[in-house]
Each structure stands twice: as structure tokens, then as C-alpha cells.
Nanobody
Framework: QVQLVESGGGLVQAGGSQRLSCTAS????MGWFRRAPGKEREFVAA???????TLYADPVKGRFTISRDDAKTAYLQMASLKPEDTALYYC?????????????????WGQGTQVTVSS
């Protein structure tokens, strides 16, 4: 069982930046997903357990950066935020070392942290 603790999030103006962090109780590949009001949950970014491999969804490429500073903590640095980035952001983890974009391949999920981008 891997437990996840998320932090960050809140209200930010369009064009601004924000950083989310997620600490796992064990080494894991980690990903970020988001669910906007009235929409399905979607993949945002993921990083392998080693940190050497990253994946990004097209809408966030060039604006968001996922990284990790140790085996258990991952960050999502968000820049040039847009109102359409407003969503509940979830951290997810999987025991396998490889990152993936598929939510069903992540067994462990955080509670979510709200990011609201005002125009």
C-alpha cells in the first residue's frame, strides 16, 4: 500500500505559476491527473521511478514540468496557467517503475488538490 500526500494548489491569476508536490510512502512511478468541472479525469504528466523518463499531455507541454528530487517526492511545476487549467489535480502512483498515461494503471491515488486559475 502506497500512501500519497499532496500539497500546493489554490487560486492563481492567468499567466501565473504554481507548484504541486506529492510525497509517496514508497518508491513509485508517479503521475498527475486532473478533473475539470463537468469533464472526465485526464492525464497531465508522469515521471518514472528513476526520474529519467517523463510524459506530458499535449495541452500542458511546454508549460508544465514534472520532476522529482528523491525516490518519493514528485513535483508539478505549472507555468503560463490558463483558466482552462482549473481543475482538481490528483497525484497517482504505481509500484511498477515506468511512467504511463493510463489512469487505470495507477493503483494509488491522493485526495486531490484544487487549482483555480482566474482570468
Amino acid at each position: 500500500q502506497v500512501q500519497l500526500v499532496e500539497s500546493g494548489g489554490g487560486l492563481v491569476q492567468a499567466g501565473g505559476s504554481q507548484r504541486l508536490s506529492c510525497t509517496a510512502s514508497a518508491r513509485a512511478a508517479m503521475g498527475w491527473f486532473r478533473r475539470a468541472p463537468g469533464k472526465e479525469r485526464e492525464f497531465v504528466a508522469a515521471i518514472s521511478g528513476s526520474g529519467r523518463s517523463t510524459l506530458y499531455a499535449d495541452p500542458v507541454k511546454g508549460r508544465f514540468t514534472i520532476s522529482r528530487d528523491d525516490a518519493k517526492t514528485a513535483y508539478l511545476q505549472m507555468a503560463s496557467l490558463k483558466p482552462e487549467d482549473t481543475a482538481l489535480y490528483y497525484c497517482a502512483a504505481r509500484s511498477m517503475p515506468f511512467a504511463t498515461t493510463k489512469d487505470f494503471e495507477y493503483a494509488y491515488w491522493g485526495q486531490g488538490t484544487q487549482v483555480t486559475v482566474s482570468s
